[in-house]
């Protein structure tokens, strides 16, 4: 988290030029971002390979994975959208949330959270 002994997977600002938002699909091998500039969901492989994105967006801020799922909020729209991995390009969303937009976003749910110490 500090930054220290980075690697730059892509560097092309071609496809990343605004990162708001990142995520990691351990179970697919992927990092998937959301990307302002662009205004569009996008994933690749770990080495920044396969490079390919998911759905246009409005204007993406947040993103999160869990499961099946894909979930982003839109500032421009005040949603969060969703939509399944395997089509993201079908895309559901959970109506106007707010008049002064919707940016981070992260799912929690007990089957990922760490047990706590009992006392």
């Known amino acids: 988290m500090s930054g220290e002994n980075r690697t730059v997977i892509i560097k092309d600002p071609k496809i990343v030029r605004w990162p708001n938002g990142i995520t990691v699909d351990y179970f697919k091998n992927t990092i998937i971002w959301v990307d ?6 996008v994933s690749c492989n770990f080495v920044g390979g396969s490079i390919k994105v998911l759905v ?3 204007h993406p801020f947040g993103i999160a994975t869990f499961a099946d799922a894909l979930y982003w909020s839109d500032i421009n729209s005040s949603t969060i959208y969703s939509s399944l991995k395997q089509t993201p390009s079908v895309t559901s969303n ?3 949330l707010s008049s002064d937009g919707v940016y981070a976003l992260t799912v929690l749910d007990s089957s990922v959270q760490p ?3 009992k006392m």
Request: net charge positive.
């Open 94 to 96: 959970f109506g106007k």
């Open 115 to 117: 047990n706590g110490k």
């Open 36 to 41: 302002a500039y662009y205004d569009y969901v």
């Open 56 to 58: 246009q967006s409005t």
